[in-house]
C-alpha cells in the first residue's frame, strides 16, 4: 500500500510540472492545457528529456516551453503541436528560445515543420511553376528547418513556406537534442499566414579570356574593358573575372606586379563598374607591407571597393613565389544579395566554400585559373549555392569551366569560346528543391552539418 502511495504521489507531481512523455502517435495524460496545446514528445522513452511549462516564462511573460536534459548523452525530445492550414497558401513560423548550459545551438535547438493531410500523412512536394527541378516527378514534402538570426539571450527562430497544396495541417516541432546538461525555454512559438516571398532575381556573368600580349599590368587590365561592356550590354548585374590578371602572361614574378588596395588596378576597375553600373569581381596580386597575397577584390556599380578576399590555400607555386595565406572568410551583403569570394585552389579544399556558405553566401564568385572540373559542382552543390566561375583553360581540355553552377552542382550556362560573355539568370529568393528528395537542403545543412571542433570550445 505504501508503494502504491508513493507511486501515486509521483504521478501527481509530474503531472503538476508537465512532465509526461508522449512519443509517437500515442499519448499519455499531462497538463497540455497549461501549454496551450503543445504535446511534449521524445524517439523513445529512455531518452525523453525532462518538459516543464514556465506561465511566466519569455521575454514577455507569456510562457515558455522547457525543455531540460540531465548528464546523460543522446536525450532527444521536443514539444508539438498542430496548426490548420489551407494547401498552396504561404506561412510564417516564427519563435524565440533561451538556451542555457547547450554547447551548439544551431544543432540542439531545432524547429522542424512537417506537413501533413487530413490523416496526419505526408504529402507530395508540388513546388510552384518555374522550379523546374520537380517537373514530372513529386517527392514527399521534406521537413522546414526554420533559422536562428542573431544569437541574443533570446534569439528569433523564423521562416517562411509554401504549402504543399495536399496539405491541410502542419506540425511544428521545438526540439532539444544531443546537449547533456542542455535546457531551452521556447516562447511566441506559432505559424500563421503571410504574403509570399518576393523574387530576388540577378543577373550574373562571367568572361572567358586569357589576356596575352600585355607589357605591364594595366595593359592585361585594359584588355578586360569590352569584355565588362559586352556583360552590362547583356544587362548583368555581377560579372566575374580571372583569378591575377596583373600577373598573367607578363613573365614577371609576382613581387613585381603586386601593389597595394586601392591601387592603379581597382582604380581602373572601379572606374569601369560605375561607368557601367555593375558589380565587378576581379583577381588581382596585393602588396600589404612586405606581404604579397593573391586575392579577389569585390567593386559595387557606384565605383567602391566593397572588400577583398585573400585566397586561402596556396598551390607550390605560389608558396615557392613568397605568397602569404589569407585567414578569413568574408561575405558581403549586398542589394544583390550575400556575395563571398575564393580563388583557384580553393576549390580543392571543401573547408572554403562551406566557411562562406556558413557566413551567409548565396554567390560565390572564383577567379580561377584551373582546377578540376568536378570540384566546381561539388562545392555549389554540397553548400546549395550559386557558383560563378572565369578561368583560363580551354573548354577542350576537360578541366575547369568558365560557368554559372545551380544549386544541383550543374552549370546553368558555360562558356564555348574564348573572349565570350556568359550570363545567366537566377532568383536568389527561389527555394531549390532536389529532386532526390532532399528538399530544401540549404536549410537542413545548418542543422546537420558537423561540428567543428573550435565550436566545442568557445
Known sequence: MTRLLQSCCCLALAAAAGLFFQGGSSSTPGDVNAANGWQPMAPREEIKPRFSFDAKGGPKNAGSLVVAADRREGQHGWWQKSFPITGGKTYRFHAVRRVHSVEVPRRSAMVRILWRDEKGRAVRADPPDGDGQAKGYLPTAEPEYPVDRKEQEWTEVEG?????????????????????????????????????????????????????????????????????????????????????????????????????????????????????????????????????????????????????????????GEVDGGLTPGRDYPVFDTPLGKIGMMVCYD????????????????????????CNPLLAGARACENHVH????????????????????????????????????????????????????????????????????????
Open 347 to 370: 576549390g580543392f579544399f571543401p573547408e572554403v566554400a562551406r566557411e562562406l556558405s556558413k557566413r551567409g553566401a548565396e554567390v560565390i564568385a572564383w577567379p580561377v585559373w584551373g
Open 160 to 316: 517562411t513556406y509554401r504549402a504543399p497544396a495536399q496539405a491541410t495541417k502542419a506540425i511544428v516541432e521545438l526540439h532539444l537534442r544531443w546537449a547533456p546538461g542542455g535546457r531551452i525555454d521556447w516562447s511566441e512559438a506559432g505559424l500563421t499566414e503571410a504574403p509570399p516571398p518576393k523574387s530576388r532575381k540577378v543577373r550574373l556573368a562571367a568572361v572567358h579570356f586569357t589576356p596575352r600580349g600585355g607589357k605591364s599590368p594595366m595593359d592585361n587590365c585594359r584588355m578586360f574593358a569590352t569584355h565588362i561592356a559586352e556583360a552590362a550590354r547583356q544587362k548583368a548585374d555581377l560579372v566575374v573575372l580571372g583569378e591575377t590578371i596583373t600577373y598573367v602572361g607578363l613573365g614577371k614574378t609576382f613581387a613585381e606586379v603586386a601593389e597595394p588596395i586601392p591601387g592603379p588596378a581597382t582604380e581602373y576597375f572601379c572606374a569601369l563598374a560605375k561607368k557601367h553600373r555593375i558589380y565587378i569581381v576581379v583577381g588581382l596580386v596585393e602588396r600589404d607591407g612586405n606581404l604579397i597575397y593573391n586575392v579577389a577584390v569585390l567593386i559595387g556599380p557606384d565605383g567602391r571597393i566593397l572588400g577583398k578576399y585573400r585566397k586561402v590555400c596556396l598551390p607550390r
Open 387 to 458: 557558383l560563378v566561375s572565369s578561368t583560363y583553360t580551354d573548354i577542350k581540355s576537360n578541366w575547369t569551366l568558365t560557368a554559372v553552377y545551380d544549386h544541383d552542382g550543374k552549370p546553368i550556362v558555360r562558356a564555348e569560346k574564348w573572349g565570350s560573355v556568359i550570363v545567366a539568370d537566377v532568383d536568389l529568393g527561389r527555394r531549390f528543391f532536389w529532386r532526390n528528395n532532399l528538399g530544401d537542403f540549404r536549410a537542413e545543412i545548418i542543422r546537420s552539418r558537423p561540428i567543428a571542433q573550435p565550436e566545442r570550445t568557445r
